[in-house]
């Protein structure tokens, strides 16, 4: 009887995963750790190792669709089984009439397909996979084919057949197609992390009924503040000094004051999460990825920026890890990067909350002074919160974020970044 082979745990927080591309077929021998499909999971590409050594009996999900962790996924006929001895000696019988130079067609046809691993490295070292020998099913190009090749100059495995490629044709189910396009216009496949990002909002958007609050703030002693120490950081440390990490480190705060909104919804009961972990968006030219600062309340400034500058790095090189993007317990959104003044962002769930940080800008004010009421110019940015209602409420929220912009208004010249 053939072993069913389940999703796997891919990342302490990771429920799902979408099975964006087969590997293997039904019939294909299979090692131990031999990738066997490609996988989306919380906006990571990800390969699904084999867990046995022996024959693909048949794949029990198709590609595109989206399961729980656990969930059998194919089925594997074990090596040095019973019944895999049978059908190894009714294959010798048929050996003869199977060794045909014809035959060997299907087992090469994946010369030309590779993970988004793969074209990642190839990209990174500057190596044509052209160049590369695959030591994969069908001659498939694997991540340690190419990290061979650039440290020996050329594969240390064997060499792929030469047969004619097989080009597959993306495949479009009928009912995703709801929009006709018109001459002139440009149709653009939807890739697997594209999918997987319109997965997370639409599941977090309506399931968690969005509630949204802001307020402004006046940081132009933080302004001042990171003029004057900006050169000799970037001198000492080797990156740049943004607002980013003092906005990071109030909020930390504050969410340790509030521990109602460092919490989690799940189901029949909320979650209020001991340790502050901070997920902070970071997008590319077609993606968003969230990466996760682990224990952020322990950090300075100095460590906040560090931690930043290291996992903006990471997906931008597109070296993050699984656990890179687990475990967040709150997210905040630099959309003041863009320009933007004001945002409604999407709860990342199962989060109660997130926070956009907006544009910095230069605005009139009327201030309360000794002298009585003057207008000023000031440096003012919004703090923009929206709140899942199940968990949270207004009163909370508002105190949240008075406790955020009280602390960034006290910043001065005595504040220490390390």
Known sequence: MATKMTMPQLGESVTEGTISKWLVAPGDNVTKYEPIAEVMTDKVSAEIPSSY???????????????????EICSIQEEGSKEAKEGSNQQENQQV?????????????????????????????????DDVAGSGKGGRITRKDVEAHRKNGSSSTAQPDQAPVKVEQPKTKAEDVQVQSSAGDTEIPVSGIRKAIAANMVKSKTEAPHAWTMVEVDVTNLVKV????????????????????????ACVEALKEYPEVNAQWAGDKIIRKKDVNLSMAVATDDALFVPVIKDADELTVKGLAKRTNELAKKVRAGQLKSEDMSGGTFTINNTGS??????????????????????????????????????????????????????????????????????LESIDETTSIY
């Open 53 to 71: 050594t022996g024959v693909i009996q048949e794949l029990l999900v198709e590609e595109d669709d989206t399961v729980s962790v656990g969930t």
């Open 97 to 129: 009439e199977s060794e045909k130079p014809a035959n060997t067609t299907e087992a090469t046809d994946q010369r030309n397909r590779y993970s988004p691993a793969v074209l990642r490295l190839s990209q990174e070292y500057g190596i044509s996979l």
């Open 226 to 249: 990171r003029q004057r120490q900006k050169d000799v950081f970037k001198e000492k440390e080797g990156f740049n000094l943004t607002y980013l990490p003092f906005f990071m480190k």
């Open 338 to 407: 863009f320009g933007s003044i004001m945002s409604q962002p999407i709860i990342n769930a199962p989060q109660a909350a997130i926070m956009s940080v907006e544009s910095i800008v230069k605005r009139p004010v009327v201030m309360d002074t000794e002298a009585g009421e003057v207008i000023a110019i000031r440096h003012m940015v919004n703090l923009c919160l929206s709140l899942d209602h199940r968990v949270l409420d207004g009163l909370i929220c508002g105190k949240f974020l008075q406790s955020i912009k009280t602390k």
